[in-house]
Nanobody, 115 residues
Framework: QVQLVESGGGLVQPGGSLRLSCAASGFTFSTYAMRWYRQATGKERELVAYISLDGDYTDYADSVKGRFTISRDNAKNTVYLQMNSLKPEDTAMYYC????????WGQGTQVTVSS
């Protein structure tokens, strides 16, 4: 079965960086696009970043463009989200996602940006 496991979240100061990882299993990873979403308390879940199956195309929410970078290593069945210049408003639970017949979600990893 499909499994997505996020890691790498934590507490950082404004301006700091984090690198999130999502380890995927249960499907042919290299044939599916991957996404990162986030959900802050009291807000709707929002798409943060998208990467095509081969990594040739990426897209980002306007709020993170220029600060976040999504990448993937198909040999390791892993997608990453490099987050730089973090702001308090980036505080949220970050979820890895794949659409494979159904929408599949990881358990999430908490990112908290605070001084």
């Amino acid at each position: 079965q499909v499994q997505l496991v996020e890691s790498g979240g934590g507490l950082v100061q404004p301006g700091g960086s984090l690198r999130l990882s999502c380890a995927a299993s249960g499907f042919t990873f290299s044939t599916y696009a991957m996404r990162w979403y986030r959900q802050a308390t009291g807000k709707e879940r929002e798409l943060v970043a998208y990467i095509s199956l081969d990594g040739d195309y990426t897209d980002y929410a306007d709020s993170v463009k220029g600060r976040f970078t999504i990448s993937r290593d198909n040999a390791k069945n892993t997608v990453y989200l490099q987050m730089n210049s973090l702001k308090p408003e980036d505080t949220a639970m970050y979820y890895c996602h794949v659409l494979r017949t159904y929408n599949y979600w990881g358990q999430g990893t908490q990112v908290t940006v605070s001084s």
